[in-house]
């Protein structure tokens, strides 16, 4: 691969994209992310995010309601899995679940079929609590 001229030049302007050295496609100016090798945030404070996440989207760090590029997930995911892989975490047992937790939300949204599902389940939920709700709200009226 050496002898292919720019491919060094090219992994190098990607590489400094990605950690900061120029702007990112996927950042605007001035938003901290809370995944990749941002110095903003530790391993261990994206263990304790992930662990505090009450949906895939959020484990991600994605908005429930945005379309989602295959490629921008995947990107999301390896910059998380790299910050909280308890090979990088040794004695953290949180770390591990908090992996476990990262895989099961990209397997969830990375597959179209049960993303759909997924979403009919939190449409579910948000209904359920919106009814159990206005029930206990006219139960005190």
Known sequence: MQDQPGFFSNYERAWSSEN??????????????????????????????????TDNYSVLGLSRYQNIDVSFLKREYKKKAMLVHPDKNIGNDKAAEAFKKLQNAYEVLFDSLKRRAYDDELRREELLSAFRRFRNASQFS
């Open 20 to 53: 900061g050295q120029g702007q990112s496609s996927d950042r605007s100016a001035g938003i901290p992310s809370s995944s990749g090798d941002d110095p903003e945030i530790s391993s261990e404070e994206e263990v304790v995010r992930l662990l505090n996440c």
